[in-house]
């Protein structure tokens, strides 16, 4: 069993989520998917963030890379939940430094090894021929996250 400390969950369509987490005692970033392999729905779903899990998973060998993160989650006990409101931005920060999680500063288009790509309506994308070696990271951003995006248009 991994601890696992959830720390986003995303409304995907159909009714789907994302789930993604750090796992402490591995030191490494996992999105959780069913037994089977798939996203859960908001229904069903029970992690919300900051709750902390014991996890067994193993990982998923369904999706392609740069979806090295994905593991599918063979038995859940939540045990705790982190104290957010009172957990220091330091001490988060220590523990992402201490993991092999990503840690990206600067402008957005430093994220996943720079490979982010802008379309000709300002959509942001992978291209299948130049994919990162990992589809989960944390960012730091250098601007306020609105000027970021606007000061980007001409990159």
């Known amino acids: ?29 996992v999105r959780l998917l069913d037994a089977r392999g798939r996203h859960e729905t908001a229904e069903t779903c029970p992690y919300t963030i900051w709750d902390i899990w014991d996890i067994d ?4 060998q369904r999706r392609p890379n740069p979806h090295t993160e994905d593991v599918n989650v063979a ?5 705790d939940r982190v ?14 430094l201490n ?11 430093s ?10 309506k300002d959509k942001l994308y992978i291209s299948k021929e130049d994919v990162p070696t990992f589809s989960t990271c944390f960012w730091i951003n250098d601007k306020r996250l609105l000027n970021s995006l606007l000061s980007t248009k001409n990159q």
């Open 1 to 29: 069993m991994a601890q696992v400390i959830i720390v986003s969950r995303t409304r995907m369509a159909d009714g789907f989520v994302c789930v993604g987490g750090v796992d402490v005692d591995n030191r490494r970033s």
């Open 57 to 60: 998973y193993y990982p998923n």
């Open 75 to 79: 038995r859940r006990i939540k045990i």
């Open 83 to 96: 104290d957010a409101p009172n957990m220091s931005v330091n001490r988060f920060a220590e523990l992402m």
């Open 99 to 109: 993991s092999n999680i990503p840690i990206f500063r600067g402008s957005l288009f």
């Open 111 to 120: 994220v996943f090894d720079g490979k982010l790509r802008r379309t000709d």
